[in-house]
Each structure stands twice: as structure tokens, then as C-alpha cells.
């Protein structure tokens, strides 16, 4: 374990995106602070975040950063060509936030897209200030001569929509109204916010991408894009996640969702500008965050010890450190994160579930030409490994090319963002054997793969 | 599984006491409806309840039920002689309201006693009312012929204080205010519990119990009682528990207690009369109602299907029959307890530690002088079964006589109250072979057991 693992209410170790402080202007309403058509992003000051201090989990060991990164922003589906979602409900014009590591290669044919989780955003990498406290949320994966090499990948982060870190969601204005849109927000789900990476993508003049990259939520949209994107993705690492959403999981987060709106002061979701639901929000989290550890992980970092008492204090109070620990990941998360985008991006999670439709598991498979790598973590019981080895079988069931690595770990679901030196060499070499066989795989200039371009 | 295990939204299959109406009066404050000392009871009407309909989980399949019976009330701990709690403080007058089921026989070598989980009360077996919907909680293993057979052993159920089903606790009058103790109650411990409870069973003239039996929190008593009062506990049966209260258990307790204090109706614990925490208390028992379950009975039981709509409705409405049970169970359970009985009861919980004073689990047992049976469930994550091998480990290096038994289940923790046909032989052997055994062990006429009793 690393030594940070030790502090009882610091803050890492967290669900998703372990930061201390966060820039939240462009995530609760305000516009964004750039948008229009970027090109490929410029260098990063590469390897010069290295001499910064307060290095966290596993970054920066033995390689260089990635650097200092901003945050961009484009607009898409603007009006008459809104995304049309699959509740049926058209939204537009949308920011996508979104950052770059790395450079394009001028044949368009190194881009990995990387997908976060419930409470990520598109800062997956670098800092954003040398005096960043922490770096981006997968930093321990990506940089040069990291498993995301940024000397041979062009990697891109991007928040999904619905979220409050840059892209839009229910705390951006309406511009039908000039308001937040609150829950006038319309339900989207994992299968719409693939849909609005892809017209990012098309932004960007990415037609075929090296390699989706996710864990959990992340995972879902990586395997989303192998479904129903074939020919734009040529390898899928899909990481502590599952085919559908578990009903254990619906259960966690409709207690979430319920601790939210019992807050008076969520008021149907009408509360920016006033008092947000803090309380409810950081009830949710708390919830949330327990299912990202593991009983061994907790026993082991906590035990039964006492916060700064010598006994049992005899009252309500935060006597044993886990219940500090608990209160300030609580706390801490509704600094940064917008209590309407916790249950829209919560019920997408729920509705996730790429046989809905009735069809098998197999059969929806069967037309995805991507190589997949699934990868499980023995602890992790909010997506246990018999969840990944189902995407395993119903891969291999149609004769798809598809590595199964499982992550022995007592960090639970939070394992994906923790154990870099168990994960690096497997996606590093995984990434590398798929730059190799990318234009093998390709018919079209443009990379448009066909299905001959299976590999079995 | 029974029939009752395949409706989503029913009461049954629920954490500790499923029961969907109860009468509540005694504990919301109100006095008992007698107190005073009484003697052994008076045989229920016994078979009578086999006839009456709605026969739930596992009961009165082939055996008579345990009747008709009553709620009965003792006074103990009456000033000067309040008990003195582990905290410090003083409590007394305390009501301890109980039932009785079966005969004590002459020699008053037959009690035993059964003491309940988080949410459960006094009423073990058999019913109120002839039309009373459901039994008590543990009737399936309570009766004529089960294995706590009636016909031979006088059984004893309890609620604990700092409940809310008769017993002193949080919701009751404070004699020095006239008003609610609130959040003025003292914080009471699993010792306390079992310190009450011995005052009643001298009341009721019970010197030596032939058996202690309890699941979750119940078995914790058990073990406390073994430890706590070695001469007066011939046998314990351990179910589902730990030596101390898990890290993991911790954290979704005092997430549960955040979620009712933050809700503003909670008023720091002074509510009664006025409108009661009913959402925080709803997300508190969804919480633990999950971690009652497991990952395989909640996809067996639910799965994703939803809840009479014939797909999503894109909107934050409980689409989903989990999501529609959860929400019930919720409401249901403010209808029948206590919200500060919930935190005092959890923190009680959590505070359990048999090695609290640094001696090891081992030394803690070196003097107990009880037989035990201690039974896990194979799919308890709650308590899974390392935990009860932790007992059976420290027991077996001091010599005792204790049994292991392991019951395969997919009922998660609720398991030790659902599967009564691979429990009901291993415990009705072992009470019996402990009613063989009982006057071996016992040295004095009113059945004090030496250290020399020990049976290795």
C-alpha cells in the first residue's frame, strides 16, 4: 500500500476522482470559459510536473507526467441538428468538456478516448497548475512512457453529458429559459453520452479511434461504443464493470437518489443560487463510496480505531476513524459535485444494460469488430469478477479476439484506480499489440473498418 | 424459496422483524400496559394459530404454532439501584418488556432465552390476535415440535433497551422531565442490554439459562452473555455475528445516522408529538436492508425487471422493482420504530467489542463456561463466515466445547431468519443434547455453575 493510504480523513482513496479542490464555475451554470472547433491539442510542458511535490498514488514513480493541461470545450449538435437521446427528447446545443495528452499523429490512427466513472471528469491526466495540489484522476496510467504512453498515444479525456464538470448537464443553463436546467434536464443515459463523445470525436476529425479506455461507468460506455460504434473503435478496455447494470447496484444508488431528494433543500432540483443539498448529497456519497472499497480494504486501512479519542466517547460523535474518514469524503464531494448530476447520471448508470432490447449477450456482440481487453479485480463486489467473465464468455461465444486479466486486489472496485504496477504492463502491452494490427484492421483512408476486419 | 419470496413490493423478506402492522403504543413514550412482577406465563393456545391464514416464511408447515400470546412488562432498576451503564451513567427505572412461550419447568432448568437483531422486539413467536397477519420473528423455529420446542423448553423473548417496542429507551418518558429522553437517553452498549436482561430474568426467578440464542446483533448479546455471566449461561447459539462490529458495518451504520440527522425533522432528537424523521429514518433502513440481502438473492429476487410499466420512463420514478421495494420497506419500517432507537441501537452495534480492553479474543474466552454453536451463512456479507470462525478459533484454543456449522444459503445475512429447514436440526440437537447435559454442569442446587462445569 502506499503511504498515503495510511491518513484516515485525508482526502485520496476516494471513489473516483481523488482531488482535493476543484474548479467548479464551469459546472454549476456558468458558460463554459472557451468553446468553438480546437484542433489537436498542443504539447503539454512534458516531464517538468515531475519536480512537483505531493506527488499522489503511484504517479510519477519512474516516469515523467503529463504535464500541465487545460481544459477545452466544445460546442456540438447546436440547433436544428440537436442530439436526439434514446428517451426520445432532443438536446442542444451541448458543451463537451475534454483535455488531450499527447500529440496526433498525422495519419489520425494513435487517439484513445478515455471514459470516466460516476464522479470523474475530463481532467484524466496532468495538472492544471504547477501548484495543482493533484493531477488528473487515471494521471498513474497516462504520460510518457506510461501504459497510455503520450509519447505514442494521443489521449483525450472528456466529461459526459449530464455531468457538472464542463460539459452539459443539468446545472448548465437552459437556453430555452436562461436558466439552469435543473431537472428540466432530460434523462440521459450511457448509450446518449457515447452519442455526444462521438460528435467530439467528429470535432476533433477522429474517425477511428486506437482504443476506448474505461473503468466501471467507464467501462459501460467503452463497451457501449464497441456496440454501437463498430467500425470507429478498434480496441475496447472495459475495466471493473458489467453488461448491465446489477440489481445490488440499482438498490446502492436508489438509496442515493432517495437521501438526495429528502433534502428540503434540493426542492425538486431547483436550488442553484441558493443553498445546494449538501447533506443529502454527502449522505449519497458516503453510500456510494463504501461500495468502492472492500471489507478487507476497510479492516485493513481503519480497523476499529479511534479518531484522536482514547476511548469510546459515549455520544453521536465521529468516535472511530472510519466514520471521520466517511463524514469527510461526504463533505468534500459536495464541494465539487452538483447534487442534480448525481441522479442523472445515477439512472443512466441504472437503465445501462446493452441487452434491453431482449437480445442476448451473445447477439449483441456478435456485429462489434473491436479487440477487447476485460479486465476484473478479485475485491470488487460492486462489479464482481463474474460480471466481467459474462462480457468474456458472449465475446468469445461469437469468436471475438478478447483478453480476460483479472487483478487480485484488496482495494475492491476502487482497485482500477489504485493498482498501477498490476495493470500497467497488461494495457500497456494490450495498446501496443493493437497499434501494431490498427491498419491491418482498416479498409477505408478514412479508417472505417469493415466486419471482414474482424480479428478471431 | 417460499412462495412470499417472489412479490417485489410485499413486506416480507425484510431485515429483522417482518411484520407489516404494529402496534406501536408502547413504544412511542406511552407507559406500558402493565409492569409488576409476574410469574412464569401462561400456556398460549397452543395449535390454535395452525388454522389461521396467511401463514408466513416457513411457519406452521408441519408443525403447531406457539398460539396466542401477550407482551408482557417488568420494572426493574428501580432508584436507588439503577443499573450503571458501561458509559458511567445511571439508568433506572427501566420497563423490560418480554414474552413467554412454553412451560418453566419445576426445576427451572428449561429457559432459554432469544434476543433479537436491530430492528427486532419481544415478540419471537406466535401472535397477538387471532387475525394478527404475522407471527413473530422467529416463529419459524418456535413451537410445539420446532427446535425451540415449546413442549419442552420455556422461551423467553425480550426487546432490548434503548428499543422501541416496550422496553426503555429513547422514546420513553423520562421520569425526571415527564417529557421523551430524546437524544438525553444514555448511550447503552450490548453489555447494558445483556445487564437488563439479567435483571429481568431474576425477576423471573430464572437463575441459569439451559440456552442463549441470537442472530446479527442477537448473537452478539448471546456471546456478551457468555462472557459477561459464565455461571448463568449453560449453552449459546451464535448466529450470523462477530466478536466485535465489523469496519464495514460501521460505515453503513453511521451513514444510516447521518441520513437521519440531516433530515430537519429529527430536531436533534426532539420530535415526539411533532412530525417524526420518517425520510432520513426510510433511507437508514434501505441502507441496512441491502446489506441484509446479498448480490444473488437480490438479482434472483428482482433482477432488473421493472415495476409495472413495460419499459423505462425516462423519469426519477421507481421504474425498477427493486427501486419500488426498497421504497417500501422504507416507509414501512417508520411506521413501526423509532428513529432515535435507530441510532442508539447502531451505535450499541458498533460499539460492540468483546477485546475492547486489549485482551485477545482467546484470553476473553479463557473462563466462559457455556457450550456453542456458532452458524454462518454461506453468503453473508454483513458477517461473513470468517468472522463466526473467528469465535470458533479463539474458543477451540481455550478447550471449549463449541460447534461449527456453515449453512450453504443465498439469503445473505437475513439468512439465519429465512432458512428454517437447514438450521432447525442442528439446533434442536444441540439444545437437546445441552438439556442432557445441564445438571452435569450445574454444582449448586439453584444452578450456579462452577469453572469446573467446563465441558471440553
Known sequence: MGKRRDRA???????????????RSSGQGAPPPA???PGPAGSPSRGSAKTIGDVPMGAGDDTANAGIVATRYATVAEPPNELRLE???????????YETYGTLSE???????????????????????????????WDMMIGPGKALDTDRYFVIGTNVIGGCSGSTGPSSTDPKTGRPYGTGFPIIT??????????????????????????????????QWAVAKPGRVHQVIALATAAR???????????????IMADPDWNNGDYYGRGVPAKGLAVARMIGHITYLSDEAMHEKFGRRLQDIHDYSFTFSADFQVESYLRYQGLSFTERF???????ITRALDYFDLTRDRRSLVDVFRDVTSRFLVMAFSSDWLHPPYQLKEIVGALRATHKHVSYYEVQSGFGHDAFLLER????????????????TYHFAVAGPRGTAPAASRED
Chains 1, 2 share one sequence.
Open 35 to 37: 468553446a468553438g472547433l
Open 107 to 137: 495519419r489520425r490512427d494513435n487517439a484513445i478516448l478515455v471514459l470516466h466513472a460516476l464522479s470523474g471528469d475530463a481532467h484524466v491526466a496532468g495538472r492544471h497548475a504547477p501548484d495543482d495540489k493533484r493531477p488528473g484522476w
Open 421 to 436: 504496477e498490476k495493470m500497467e504492463g497488461v494495457i500497456g502491452a494490450f495498446l501496443a499489440s493493437g497499434a501494431r
Open 245 to 259: 447494470q446489477p440489481t445490488q447496484a440499482i438498490a446502492f444508488n436508489e438509496v442515493g437518489r432517495q437521501a
Open 87 to 97: 428517451s426520445g427528447e432532443r438536446l442542444g446545443p451541448m458543451t463537451i468538456a
Open 9 to 23: 480523513d485525508g482526502p485520496p482513496f476516494s471513489g473516483e476522482a481523488p482531488r482535493e479542490t476543484r474548479d
Open 338 to 344: 452538483d447534487a442534480n448530476t448525481y441522479l442523472y
Open 190 to 223: 450511457v448509450a446518449d453520452m457515447v452519442e455526444a463523445q462521438a460528435l467530439l470525436l467528429d470535432r476533433l476529425g477522429i474517425e477511428r479511434l486506437l482504443a476506448v479506455v474505461g473503468g466501471s461507468m467507464g467501462g459501460m460506455q467503452a463497451l
